[in-house]
């Protein structure tokens, strides 16, 4: 079989305790698009509920991606149409530091400089949460997931850009991607992934957004945003277009990505360039 220098770093990762073309053969009879939900998961087989949390869809590509959605499962990937493994979920134990200093509520003046220079109003702030480190002269940003739970904390000062993240707790257990969720919730199928978390709580006022804290996309990455959504638009700074498409070609058997080429930062965007995704969007 030939496979490119992608598939074949998966392949050598594979979990050799599952047979995955045998475990999805019930599923092969999927056609290009269509997806079959509520089924049980034939990796963890639904608990001693037998729940079905389980969702396979085939892709343009002839592969299928699999995902479940059950807390003690959450088994994720995607397969080539003979069954060999195309995405890996990795094990981590790196450990990582934890914030500690003094936080206080920002003042006038702090909200003033977000309204000016980026178009953020005083209520989007501090819904987000931010909040002065006088210590270092910076903003604390927390980090939530999709669900809600708390991640960790960005700690950004724009007076040089400087820019520290920080896990929730040593081991860092969740993916650090800051979501936040738009008007329709996650009910509505799409997200738009940015860079950073300006873009996205902007972005936030209409469609469901998530901030990559970067432009970097790696195994969980993906996986998550595969499971909270089916169609992502990819906006990053004007500057990562080609990084965009390069995210687009390399998960594209998980992810259904459009690249919205960007003129302009996101942050800077006005409401009306937000809302309307489609007319500057290209199908990758």
Known sequence: MNMNPVQMMYWMTLDMRFDYAELLEPWNNLGLGETASGQVCPFC??????EKSFSVTRKDSGSLVFICHRNKCQKAGAVSPTGVPLVQVYAKTKEHKVFEDSTCFLDEGQYKFFEEAYGLKSEEITKAGFLWVPARNAVLQPVYGPDDTFRGQVVRRYSDKKINTYKADKH???????????????????????????????????????????????????????????????ALDKDATTKSLAIAERWKALLDVVVIPCNRDPKYWESCQLEKLSEKATPF
């Open 45 to 50: 087989g639904g608990g001693d509920h037998r």
């Open 172 to 234: 860092g257990r969740y993916p650090m991607l800051a979501w936040y969720k738009g008007p329709k919730g996650f009910d509505d199928n799409h997200v738009v992934v940015v860079e950073d978390q300006l873009s996205a709580i902007k972005f936030s006022r209409f469609h469901n957004s998530v901030a990559l804290l970067g432009t970097a996309l790696n195994n969980d990455f993906a996986l998550e945003i595969m499971r909270w959504s089916k169609k992502q638009y990819f």
